[in-house]
């Protein structure tokens, strides 16, 4: 299939790409691997998750969030507001294609993209002038390997996996790391009454 740009993933800036050349009517495939669009929010997100920036800074292209939304917006709010980003821009994503290589072909001066459809399991071939590779930094979870984690007996869930301290109530946690994430897993968790620790590599506040 061609058309002059494909896109590689369909998360926000996936989404917000396509619908910047729509406006130009510039032909535009998105490829994505997941089932979904904005799959990192839909699938790999936690229930209070809010965006820690004001939604003025947040909004994609073309489309400002509502004067009535809050400053700092929920997870489900964010959600919603793509999907209605979608709809309006008519994106219209291929899903289940896994990209297995892309190079440029300088006979033809093309992109040649080519994905695993993981539906039909065939191989497809995609062309475009232009490849905008929008695959994001958060798209898969590490666990580094642990000295002893192979014989821990609890439970190990990396935050892309966690949704709620509502599950570990009375139940000892300890978070490892204290990025965003990791501040806010840890304040959900006693939230819910987990006896909640946190361990960190550097200082949290480090002073000269």
């Not at 993933?9 to 997941?34: D, V």
């Not at 809050?70 to 709809?87: G, L």
């Amino acid at each position: 299939m061609e058309s002059i740009v494909v896109i590689v993933g369909a998360g926000p800036s996936g989404l917000a790409t396509s619908a910047c050349l729509n406006l130009l009517s510039i032909p535009n495939i998105i490829l994505e691997r997941e089932d979904c669009y904005a799959s990192l929010w839909k699938k790999r997100a936690y229930d209070r998750l809010n965006l820690h920036l004001a939604k003025q800074f947040c909004h994609l292209p073309h489309m400002p969030h509502p004067p009535s939304s809050p400053t700092y917006i929920p997870r489900k709010d964010f959600i919603h507001y793509i999907d209605q980003y979608v709809s309006h821009f008519k994106l219209a994503p291929l899903y289940h294609r896994s990209i297995e290589s892309a190079s440029y072909d300088e006979d033809i001066g093309r992109w040649v993209v080519v994905a695993h459809n993981a539906v039909s399991n065939e191989v497809e071939e995609y062309r475009g002038q232009f490849l905008v590779v929008a695959t994001g930094e958060n798209s898969q979870g590490f666990i580094p390997d642990v000295p002893g984690l192979e014989t821990f007996p609890g439970e190990i869930v990396h935050s892309n996996q966690y949704k709620s301290g509502r599950d570990y109530s009375e139940k000892t946690v300890l978070v490892v790391g204290s990025g965003n994430s990791g501040m806010e897993i840890a304040f959900d968790l006693s939230n819910f009454g987990a006896k909640t620790s946190i361990v960190v590599r550097s200082p949290v506040n480090p002073c000269d």
